[in-house]
């Protein structure tokens, strides 16, 4: 289960900062896209072990939230519930 608490603030992905993890075979990386003012959050998912950068597109299931405390807290919740709710699909 991933942590809200260990996730980075927003002023960390507001200077462009890249958060990953981990929890068994899932993959997750959260950080910020868009322009100022227009911030948004994006979430990726995918099934490991090897990084994003080596990952073909189509690998990723990926969701944007508000760049917000709230939408941190939406995009945790979204990447847990993606877990829980396939956990075959997460084993090694």
């Known amino acids: 289960m ?17 958060y990953t ?11 910020r896209i868009g322009e100022k003012p227009d911030f948004q959050l994006e979430g ?6 090897f990084a994003s950068d080596v990952q ?3 690998a990723f299931t990926i969701r944007t939230f508000a760049f917000s405390e709230e939408g941190k807290a939406e995009c945790v919740q979204w990447m847990n519930e993606e877990h829980e709710s396939h956990p075959e699909k997460w084993e090694d």
């Not at 993890?21 to 950080?31: A, Q, S």
């Not at 990726?44 to 072990?49: A, C, L, Q, T, Y």
């Open 2 to 18: 991933i942590d809200i608490a260990k996730i980075h603030t927003l002023e960390f992905f507001k200077a462009g900062g890249v």
């Open 56 to 58: 073909p597109e189509e």
């Open 44 to 49: 990726r998912i995918w099934k490991g072990p």
């Open 21 to 31: 993890g981990t929890d068994k075979m899932l993959r997750y990386k959260i950080c």
